[in-house]
């Protein structure tokens, strides 16, 4: 065998071996890959179905129960556009509360309720997830504002 014909021997091996490694990591990449959608988007089917994903907003005032002989909670979470009904087992974080943020990861039911596997709360006052916080401004955008005019004139 020639020289040549070894060291292109070589080169397309090692071709083959950095085409097959980076098919490795790019299909575990996308395996553990988990979007956010909030529930307006969760509700205009924009979320996957049968696959994990991260729901964020507000859990709505009033709508926390518990099972009284489980670790199982329900709950809403809405963005002030839709609301999503969330189940969970498992002890929720200390900051959980209603009317707080929150961000929960799972897989949505045939019965357009969430399933999470995990609940996490925000940790500050001041801290929410950019695409809850950008939802959220656009949904109170969203609402029917009185122009200037018509505030002005009275109408």
């Known amino acids: 065998m020639k020289a040549r014909t070894r060291r ?11 085409g097959v490694a980076t098919a490795l990591v ?11 959608f909030t529930p307006s988007q969760v509700a205009a089917n924009e979320a ?15 709508s926390l129960t518990r099972d009284s002989d489980s ?3 329900h709950f809403r979470v809405t963005d002030t556009a839709r609301t999503i009904p969330v189940s969970y087992t498992g002890l929720l974080p200390d900051l959980f509360k209603e009317g707080k943020g929150v961000v929960a990861q799972g897989t949505l039911g045939p019965d357009g309720s969430f399933h999470a596997t995990e609940v996490l709360a925000k940790h500050d006052a001041n801290y929410m997830p950019p695409q809850a916080q950008a939802a959220i401004d656009k949904a109170k955008k969203g609402m029917t504002m009185p122009s200037l005019h018509e505030r002005s004139s009275g109408q």
């Open 8 to 18: 292109l021997g070589w080169i397309a091996g090692g071709l083959v071996l950095l």
């Open 48 to 62: 996957p179905h049968g696959r994990a994903f991260r729901i964020g907003g507000m859990v709505e005032a009033g």
């Open 26 to 36: 790019l299909n575990a990449f996308q395996s553990n890959l988990v979007f956010f």
């Open 71 to 73: 670790l199982t909670v």
